[in-house]
């Protein structure tokens, strides 16, 4: 098994690996370095649902999906996240992530990881370059760059999170939303420690956060712009193009992601499996 770093502040692309059938002492490697690189691609791989699952398993328990109508008719652990359409419907989550965010803070204890293995990747006809990119940016680095003052302001502090929040999250059609209308809004600290390095993360975004206990309304939502543009800085990023069999999986407390929709329905088709791993209460 082969480990890159990518030249960013966060990812690293793995290599001459099969998840389906992967030793104690490469699982700990892949582990390790998902910890510390926030964003890792294993490449080629060639995976069942089962497979896949059973992957993902390793890492954690398996998060149910709410958005029941778009997952597998025979694995409800995974959920399409699809642009294709059958009889004029879409069968999987289209438009996933089309604002920064980090999957499902609006919960108590929000996701470690988030995997998505593509099986259709959509690509410029003429260019033959993949559309679709997925970029990530890194919470810890840019928690890092904060001045002594700005941090000193931020220890302590817990942001309001909801999931029909400030600006409702697009990739949440309106029967989406309406099926997370009932999600009660959550706290999470400002700056999240990361349970395994950990390293101080910023940890709010402008789609989700809608205050900050114990501050005006005004000052809260100036902070969480200055602090949600902070972390998605040019300078933290890193950008997945995508190529099918790409197993790719990030961590919900150190990268926040963007999905772009540079593709369209029919000419382009893309076909993913999301599968997302439990994780814990923020501190
Ligand atoms: C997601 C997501 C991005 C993409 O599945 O949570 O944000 O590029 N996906 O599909
Ligand atoms: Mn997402």
New binding site residues.
């Given amino acids: 098994m082969n480990i890159v770093q990518t030249p960013e502040v966060i990812g690293a692309h793995v290599s001459e690996v099969d998840l389906a059938r992967v030793s104690d002492a490469d699982f700990a490697r892949i582990e390790q370095t998902f910890n510390q690189r926030g964003v890792i691609c294993i490449r080629d791989q060639r995976l069942s649902e089962a497979q896949l699952i059973a992957f993902a398993r390793r890492f954690g328990g398996i998060e149910p999906h709410f958005l029941k109508h778009y997952t597998h008719p025979d694995h409800p652990e995974i ?1 399409y ?1 699809s642009n294709v359409k059958k009889d004029g419907k879409d069968i999987g ?1 289209a438009d ?3 604002v920064w ?1 980090t ?1 499902m803070s609006y919960v108590e204890r929000p996701p470690r990881a ?1 995997l ?1 293995y593509a099986l259709e990747v959509p690509m410029d006809s003429e260019s033959g370059v993949a559309l ?3 970029q990530f940016a890194s919470a810890a680095a840019a928690y890092d760059s904060l001045s002594p003052e700005t941090k000193q302001r931020l220890a302590g502090l817990r942001a309001i999170h909801q999931v029909a929040g400030r600006r409702a999250k697009t ?1 949440t059609g309106q029967q989406d939303q309406a099926l997370r209308r009932d999600q009660p809004a959550v706290v999470h600290p400002v700056v999240r420690t990361h349970p395994f390095t950990k390293r101080k993360c910023l940890y709010v975004s402008k789609g989700e956060c809608e205050g900050i206990e114990g501050m005006a309304k005004d000052e809260a939502l100036a902070l969480i712009d200055q602090l949600a543009e902070r972390t998605v800085e040019e300078r933290f990023r890193y950008t ?1 193009r ?1 190529r099918v069999g790409d197993l790719l999986m990030w961590d919900n407390c150190a990268v926040q ?4 929709f540079d593709y369209q329905w029919p000419q382009h088709r ?1 076909l ?1 499996h ?1 599968v ?1 791993v439990g994780g814990s209460v923020p501190f």
């Fill in positions: 959920l996240i989550h996933a992530g089309s965010h999957d988030t998505l679709g990119n997925t990739g997945h995508w992601h963007l999905a772009s893309r993913m999301r997302t």
